[in-house]
């Protein structure tokens, strides 16, 4: 996340358009949606419906891309409310995605690992005609994030 946030900072100090799509959740909304949940199951009768649980690929944090006006600051927020969305696969995640992506952006991918799928998503992207960047990023200790 600060990797992102550095990134983000640097491009929009240039006066480049900056935006954000990342496979992960939104922590402010689990809780919300947990605490309405425990409502539903203490006051049962009023909620009939049951909601559609989010599945792994529909977590996403998304900021669409602009040009100042407080871009930063809204996609610093965005990934103060971010929660890593664990197993998810990149390359189906990015599928579903890359639609959101302007036709001339470039991507910068920020990971930990260079997994398979992770190659086949930005092979996907690459091959859709955009420029692609990966910045890998090591954790120096055992401390990972949750």
Not at 115 to 135: E, P, W
Request: proline share 4%; glycine share 6%; charged share 25%.
């Amino acid at each position: 996340m600060t990797t992102a946030a550095s990134l983000a900072h640097a491009f929009d100090e240039a006066g480049e358009q900056i935006g954000m799509v990342a496979l992960a959740g939104n922590k402010a909304d689990r809780i919300q949606n947990e605490d309405n949940e425990a409502m539903k199951r203490l006051y049962r009768p009023w909620f009939s419906s049951q909601p559609r649980e989010k599945r792994r690929l529909e977590q996403s944090m998304i900021v669409p891309t602009r040009k100042g006006g407080g871009q930063l600051q809204v996609i610093k927020e965005a990934l103060a409310k971010m929660e890593f969305a664990g197993d998810a696969p990149f390359d189906e995640w990015i599928i579903q995605y890359k639609n959101w992506l302007p036709r001339d952006a470039s991507v910068i991918v920020v990971a930990h690992e260079l997994s398979s799928a992770l190659i086949q998503g930005i092979l996907t992207l690459k091959a859709s005609g955009y420029r692609v960047s990966i910045v890998q990023v090591n954790w120096q200790s055992e401390v990972k994030p949750d």
